[in-house]
């Protein structure tokens, strides 16, 4: 183990190159949603269609309804940011949501035709758009941030926070959103 002086204490070395490796992580991950946004915008053939939306068309394109609630299940999607994302797919009219005759509570959604078309050719351009390999390596990533993500969920260190940090809420599924603290 090297370590290098500042004075009074010593750096371990390792502890800066772990810095650094972090940091090159942070890069790519930023860089890596960049690629993915851009092979959704090129698919769905628009620059306001997210993931997320894409997602939840692609998923409602697999049934005549579906609840919003299964929805919810099958995609990971917090259900605040669910209501967000199904509210705009309405307002563009890609989705049609009414509640069900045989119980109120459930909202019920349906792909439009124009949200069906766009369901079909976000499909068939991104099959045409990507490679084995990209989509290889693509569940290579997600893999092993699943398991770098399950090494920390116990590390009491990361829940203490501070002023100086962000909050992390876990959500179902391992979602992540970052809230600055106030």
Known sequence: MSAASTGDEAIDMTDVDALY?????????????????????????????????????????????????????????????LTKLVDELTHRGFVRRHRSSWDRRQIILA?????????LRLLTSLHELTHKTQLNAIEELGSSLKRFVSTTANDEWLDRGSAHTNEVDQLDRGDMIVKPIN
């Open 21 to 81: 490796k972090m940091a090159e992580v942070s890069r790519v991950l930023r860089s890596a949603t960049s690629t993915i946004e851009k092979f959704v915008h090129l698919a769905s053939g628009t620059n306001d269609l997210t993931l997320m939306h894409c997602l939840v068309l692609v998923h409602l394109s697999r049934k005549a309804s579906c609840k919003q609630l299964d929805l919810k299940s099958a995609t990971g999607i917090a259900p605040t940011h």
């Open 111 to 119: 792909l439009t035709a124009p949200g069906r078309e766009t369901a």
